[in-house]
């Protein structure tokens, strides 16, 4: 009988971990029911607390709540790239060379102590581990995955990522590229074995996005080309729907929350949340108990409205195609699948 491998996925807002059962992908559901886990973590003075119980307490813990972690593991950070990370987060952090460190303060112990991304990384990484060991009721402590990595993490980024799964408790047999699990997942370099295959792979993030063209021949993959870009993300979106929010509360109360950090994440969690529910139904109610200065904020958001708020954004979405193939010199139509 062949041991069960498991593929791991960590990007800067989720994180997943899959399994191949009767030749298909299945993507497992952590404890909560939920095939992706928020890749958040918070410390407080006795635990760590990893996906969606953390990412709440970024309105109350913000400062011991950490988020966007994948993107310290790259080894080629530049300096604005550092700046934004010390910008978008609330945790107090240390810049050297080598790594950025974040600094918890624990209140009752009154003493602040340091990790690094790679620590943050295992943290979320054992969470899956414990998904994986209780989806196949296995005792045995060395569990087999594939790590995936963007294109664009270079040798020592990928060391750092094989370092936090190790330490998390996994065996990694192979690192292998986003785009290409893909396709992998979908079985496309099999089911076409003679034939040259192009196929466009996107991506669409929290913080950014990625386009990459890959050329199959004979079931291998080899990548033509690939754009990052942080231009487009997922987050785009959901502050356009917390702007309008926004004018609503100024429109109706006149009130101006943007100076209260709490009221503005208890708005955007509000945000997430409706845009999930859109996905499934014509509309949703939008309710922030205690918004701001204790007015209970209630407002509905029809799938219409919504999609005439984003639809600007979305067209310069699709900016990191346009570019891949104007870069590589491929037509539209010399792309077989997507």
Same mark, same amino acid.
């Given at each position: 009988m062949s041991k069960t491998v498991f593929g791991l996925y960590l990007g800067n807002s989720s994180a997943s971990i899959g399994i191949c059962r009767d030749g298909k992908v299945e993507i497992l559901a952590n404890e909560a029911?939920?095939?992706?886990?928020?890749?958040?973590?918070?410390?407080?003075?006795?635990?760590?607390?990893?996906?969606?119980?953390? !990412?709440?307490?970024?309105?109350?813990?913000? !400062?011991?709540?950490?988020?966007?972690?994948?993107?310290?593991?790259?080894?080629?950070?530049?300096?604005?790239?550092?700046?934004?990370?010390?910008?978008?987060?609330?945790?107090?952090?240390?810049?050297?060379?080598d790594m950025i460190e974040y600094k918890i303060s624990y209140q009752e112990s009154s003493r602040v102590k340091a990790f690094n991304p790679i620590q943050v990384a295992t943290l979320i990484l054992k969470t899956l581990y414990g998904i994986a060991k209780s989806a196949i009721h296995s005792e045995d402590e060395t569990i087999d995955c594939v790590l995936l990595a963007p294109v664009f993490f270079n040798h020592e980024s990928r060391k750092r990522v094989r370092k936090a799964a190790q330490d998390a408790g996994w065996n990694v047999l192979h690192v292998i590229n986003e785009p290409c699990a893909a396709v992998l997942g979908y079985n496309i370099n099999t089911s076409q074995p003679e034939h040259n295959v192009k196929v466009l792979v996107y991506r669409c993030g929290g913080i950014s996005c990625d386009a990459t063209?890959?050329?199959?021949?004979?079931?291998?993959?080899?990548?033509?080309?690939?754009?990052?870009?942080?231009?487009?993300?997922?987050?785009?979106?959901? !502050? !356009?729907?917390?702007?309008?929010?926004?004018?609503?509360?100024?429109?109706?109360?006149?009130?101006?929350?943007?100076?209260?950090?709490?009221?503005?994440?208890?708005?955007?969690?509000?945000?997430?949340?409706?845009?999930?529910?859109?996905?499934?139904?014509?509309?949703?109610?939008?309710?922030?108990?205690?918004?701001?200065?204790?007015?209970?904020?209630?407002?509905?958001?029809?799938?219409?409205?919504?999609?005439?708020?984003?639809?600007?954004?979305?067209?310069?979405?699709?900016q990191p195609i346009e570019d891949v193939l104007s870069r590589s010199n491929i037509t539209h139509d010399q792309i077989n699948k997507v």
């Open positions: 029911g939920d095939r992706v886990t928020p890749a958040v973590v918070t410390f407080s003075d006795t635990e760590e607390v990893v996906g969606a119980a953390a !990412k709440s307490r970024l309105i109350s813990q913000a !400062k011991n709540t950490i988020i966007k972690n994948k993107r310290a593991l790259n080894t080629e950070l530049t300096e604005t790239d550092i700046e934004t990370i010390v910008r978008e987060t609330k945790v107090d952090i240390a810049t050297s060379k063209i890959i050329d199959i021949q004979h079931g291998l993959l080899s990548i033509v080309d690939s754009i990052h870009s942080t231009e487009f993300g997922g987050e785009k979106i959901v !502050k !356009k729907l917390v702007a309008h929010l926004q004018e609503e509360i100024q429109r109706k109360y006149r009130l101006d929350i943007s100076d209260s950090h709490r009221s503005v994440a208890k708005l955007r969690a509000a945000a997430e949340t409706c845009m999930h529910v859109l996905s499934t139904l014509q509309s949703s109610n939008v309710f922030v108990e205690s918004l701001y200065d204790g007015l209970d904020f209630h407002h509905n958001v029809s799938r219409a409205r919504f999609e005439s708020l984003i639809g600007g954004l979305l067209t310069s979405f699709v």
